[in-house]
């Protein structure tokens, strides 16, 4: 599950061709996307408030993802999490569209090679997948990992990205 947060968010949702996703943030910054299953699979928390205008440019950016005009996020985001873990957040933005990289690479591009369990972890608790692409990471034998949408939900991310299997 996400972690809950302390200040009251706003949440919307979107249709996408992974399910609905639950949107949330501040007015100002997108603090979470929720897949509607898997592991990571989230609801509005007591105390949210749904604004779905608050989220138009979220879904915008989201739609030309998913339609192939656009490889990227330009939203202002809002990470709760520790240092360690907003460092591999920050170095999961900086995997190109259509490429993926193991864990252990990603663990060496923070600076902690031999962190990969901990990288792992950290990429899990992703609280933006999708546009911060934690999908991009697989195992180092090039087999797709967990992910908190379903294993499906990555697969179908990564061959939307033009992602084959080895």
């Known amino acids: 599950m996400f972690q809950v947060y302390r200040s009251a968010l706003a949440y919307g949702h ?14 100002a910054r997108l603090h979470l996307i929720a897949f509607p299953t898997g592991s990571k699979a989230g609801q509005a928390q007591p105390g949210w408030r749904r604004d779905e205008r608050l989220f138009d440019t979220v879904r915008a950016q989201l739609d030309a993802y998913f339609a192939g005009s656009s490889t990227g ?4 985001l809002h990470f709760t999490g520790t240092s360690f873990q907003k460092s591999v957040w920050a170095a999961l933005r900086d995997i190109p569209f ?3 990289i193991p864990y252990a690479e990603l663990a060496r591009r923070i600076g902690r090679p031999t962190a990969s369990r901990a ?9 933006l997948p999708i546009v911060v692409p934690c999908h991009r990471v697989i195992g180092a034998d090039g087999s797709l990992t967990g992910f908190g949408g379903g294993i499906d939900t990555k697969r179908f991310l990564l061959e939307h990205e033009g992602w084959r299997p080895a």
């Open 14 to 27: 979107h249709d996408t061709p992974v399910g609905r996703l639950l949107l949330a943030g501040d007015g």
């Open 73 to 76: 996020f330009d939203l202002p």
């Open 98 to 100: 259509g490429q993926t």
């Open 119 to 127: 990288v792992g972890a950290a990429n899990g608790a992703n609280p």
